[in-house]
Each structure stands twice: as structure tokens, then as C-alpha cells.
């Protein structure tokens, strides 16, 4: 299965960081099976990067072929249901939150899903209300490699730069 990820830089041995605080499934390496999702990645990325630094960047996609390993542990959410809000809503609000997969797939919190969810985070929100506020909202898949083991299972192909945007 091919895998994409969206960024400034060519990724070759992919990594876990620990400073983006507040994603979807928790630290991981996060990608996508969806190319031009990963594609409107890289360009945010780019324009965020050349506005914090001031300096012209490239946004550049990487892709892995993935091969799945029997003894990992991976949880799958199937669409946006309450468990995936839970589970979306711990990892976004407890940095400390470990929930022991190697690599969660499932559906993306984009800005729209992302501010619902904060609402839910806040108390603003019941859960069901978010949910049937979500049915209505196109939301893109991710898939996370959570640990070191899990990396492994991604082997980098290529990367390319996506022209230049004004």
C-alpha cells in the first residue's frame, strides 16, 4: 500500500516527534493514503514554514510503501463514531495520554472537524451533538505510526516538489 506525507522536507527515515502537542492519534509519524490530501499537507506546511521564517521554502511529498507486520498492534476506526471522538478528543487534550498501539488509521480532524472537537475538549459541545455535526463534513483518512517498531513497517520510495505557489 502506497503511503503518502505532506511537508517541506524529503523524509527519508521517518520519526516520531514528541513537540507537535495536540494531534488526532497522540506523538506519531502521520500519513495518508490519499495523495492530494497529503499534497494540500505540504503546501500548508510550505506557507506556514516561509511565514515563521521569512525565507522561501519547497512543499515536498513523501512516499512509502508500507507492509504491515502480524505483531503489531493497530486500531482501525471505521468512520467518525464516538469511539474515534474519544479516543481524538484524549489525544488532542492530554499530552501525557499514551494508548499503546503501534499505529492507529482512521478518519482526520481538519480545521472544521478540528474546531468541533475542540468544542467537545472545551464542554461547549455534548458528544452526540459533534457527531451529528461531523456527518456533514468531508473527513480525509490518516494513518499513525506511533512507536519505533511501527516505522519500520514503511520503506521510502521517493519524494517530489510540488510547484510553486504565489
Not at 34 to 41: D, G, K, P, S, Y
Not at 71 to 94: H, I, M, P, Q
Not at 107 to 119: F, P, Q
Request: one cysteine or more; aromatic letters at 10%.
Amino acid at each position: 500500500m502506497l503511503l503518502y506525507h505532506g511537508t517541506t522536507l524529503e523524509i527519508t527515515h521517518p520519526r516520531i516527534l514528541r513537540s507537535e502537542v495536540g494531534r488526532d492519534f497522540g506523538f506519531a509519524f502521520y500519513t495518508t493514503d490519499i495523495r492530494e490530501q497529503a499534497e494540500r499537507w505540504a503546501e500548508r506546511r510550505r506557507k506556514l514554514r516561509e511565514r515563521q521564517d521569512g525565507l522561501p521554502c519547497q512543499a515536498i511529498v513523501n512516499v512509502y510503501e508500507y507492509n504491515p507486520a502480524d505483531d503489531l498492534r493497530v486500531k482501525t476506526f471505521d468512520g467518525a463514531n464516538l469511539e474515534w471522538l474519544d479516543f481524538v478528543v484524549e489525544c488532542r487534550s492530554n499530552p501525557a495520554y499514551v494508548h499503546g498501539y503501534d499505529i492507529v488509521s482512521g478518519k482526520i480532524a481538519n480545521d472544521r472537524v478540528g474546531e468541533t472537537i475542540s468544542y467537545v475538549v472545551e464542554g461547549i459541545m455534548r458528544r452526540e451533538d459533534a457527531l451529528r455535526r461531523l456527518r456533514f463534513e468531508q473527513i480525509n483518512n490518516q494513518l499513525a505510526f506511533c512507536t519505533p517498531r511501527a516505522l519500520q513497517t514503511l520503506t521510502f520510495l521517493r519524494s517530489y516538489q510540488l510547484p510553486a505557489q504565489p
